[in-house]
Structures are given as structure tokens and as C-alpha cells.
């Protein structure tokens, strides 16, 4: 992937291939006429494997620590992503993953801490995800259980034939709706609630260059522009 967002936002990579930095490009605010450019995230791996998604402008109070300017944590374990850290403006979110032998999640435990403090001691246990697979090894089917309040729900998901290329775009914004499109084989292209035995509008959540086959937009992200042949 080359940009997003008509090329509101690029893409640099490293010389393995792997995403290093995207920048946000944008006019002016005195002069339209001229363009600017800022850092939008930076990537950090290790070990090949993504380890935090950063932004340079701190969300917490206390500056001193990585997690400060940290969006996204990964940690890994012998089947694949086990944990996820995610930090906002005063939230805290961390996903648990488990695995059933292979390297596909069957649930995920949400943990959440409104203090702004960063601890896991004050991570609280929110909610649990289940997810069913079909023979293509895609996720077809999220439950949810809420552990504080009534609004439990489903979301069936309906797949493309195609190498999965969507899960890049979760890596930026890891969030608890992730797990479908990061780890099922193929792409979404179509996503719909049950929310007390009521079926929401579906939702078409990829879109396709009919010439190219390419994807130009999934979910919030629009005018993307690869840059393979």
C-alpha cells in the first residue's frame, strides 16, 4: 500500500517490506497553497513482528515511559498475537487471546481502566468474545458477551475467495471488532449484527477497483492506492 485517503496519508516502509512510518499530508492552514507534512504513526518489530504501533504526540499525563506515546501493543506467543495493549486519551484497553491448538483464537476476554494510569492492576474485565470458523478458516461468526450490562450480540461475517489484505489496515487501530479481519484467511466484504434476535442493515465493509481487483476501501479506510504490480 502506497496511501489512503487520496493521499491524505502515505506510506513508508522499511527495506524488509515491513510498514515504518505513515504521514499525514495536509495544506496550510494560512496558505492553502502550500503543503505540509507530519508523522501520523511509527512502527516498532521485533523479532519480524510488529510490537507497538507510536504516535509522537503523548496521550498520558506521565511522559517518561514507551506506553506515553504507545497506540498499540502486541505480545506474542507460540500460535501467534496473545495480548493486545491498547492506549487512548485517559482508556486503556487490553484484549486476551486464547487459542485451540492451532493458530486461529477461539475467544477473547476485553479488559478495560478509565484511570489513565497504565497499570494492568487496574484493568477490569469487560467483556468475552467467541468466534466460529468455517472450512476456509475465516471468522463467519463473533458473540459477545457484555459482563456489565444486557447488550450482548452477534456479527456474521460474509467473505471474498482472495488472500486476506485488509488485516494491515487493523494493525494501525487494533480494536475488539479486530479478530475477524486480522486473523481470518480472506477478505470481508460483508458484516451484520444480531443484536437481540433483531437483524441490523448489512454493512459492505470492502470495496473493489472492478478493473484491478484491488481493494480501495475498507471501513473508515477510503481511496487506498497500492503500489504492487
Not at 522499511?14 to 511509527?42: A, C, W
Not at 504507545?70 to 487459542?99: A, C, M, N, S, W
Not at 478495560?112 to 468455517?134: P, S
Request: hydrophobic fraction near 25%; include cysteine; aromatic fraction near 16%.
Amino acid at each position: 500500500m502506497a496511501s489512503y485517503r487520496d493521499n491524505y496519508y502515505t506510506v513508508e516502509y522499511t527495506d524488509n517490506g515491513q510498514i515504518s512510518k505513515i504521514f499525514e499530508n495536509y495544506r496550510d492552514y494560512v496558505d492553502p497553497s502550500i503543503m505540509r507534512t507530519k508523522l501520523h504513526l511509527r512502527f516498532q518489530y521485533e523479532n519480524g513482528f510488529l510490537k507497538r504501533t507510536l504516535t509522537d504526540r503523548p496521550h498520558a499525563v506521565d511522559t517518561s515511559s514507551a506506553e506515553a506515546y504507545t497506540l498499540r501493543k502486541f505480545e506474542y506467543g507460540p500460535h501467534g498475537i496473545e495480548r493486545v495493549d491498547t492506549y487512548d486519551y485517559g482508556l486503556q484497553y487490553r484484549y486476551d487471546f486464547k487459542y485451540d491448538g492451532s493458530n486461529r483464537p477461539t475467544s477473547m476476554t476485553m479488559y478495560v481502566n478509565f484511570d489513565n494510569t497504565h497499570t494492568r492492576e487496574d484493568l477490569k474485565q469487560t467483556a468475552t468474545y467467541q468466534y466460529d470458523y468455517d472450512e476456509n478458516g475465516n471468522i463467519v461468526k463473533e458473540y459477545c458477551q457484555q459482563l456489565h450490562t444486557p447488550n450482548n450480540y452477534i456479527v456474521n461475517y460474509r467473505y471474498d475467495n482472495a488472500p486476506n489484505s485488509i488485516k494491515l489496515f487493523e494493525s494501525f487501530y487494533f480494536l475488539s471488532s479486530s479478530a475477524a479481519p486480522v486473523f481470518s484467511k480472506n477478505n470481508i466484504i460483508e458484516s451484520q449484527i444480531v443484536d437481540n434476535d433483531t437483524e441490523r442493515e448489512k454493512y459492505n465493509d470492502t470495496q473493489f477497483d472492478s478493473q484491478n481487483k484491488l481493494i480501495i476501501k475498507y471501513r473508515a479506510f477510503d481511496g487506498i492506492v497500492w503500489d504492487c504490480k
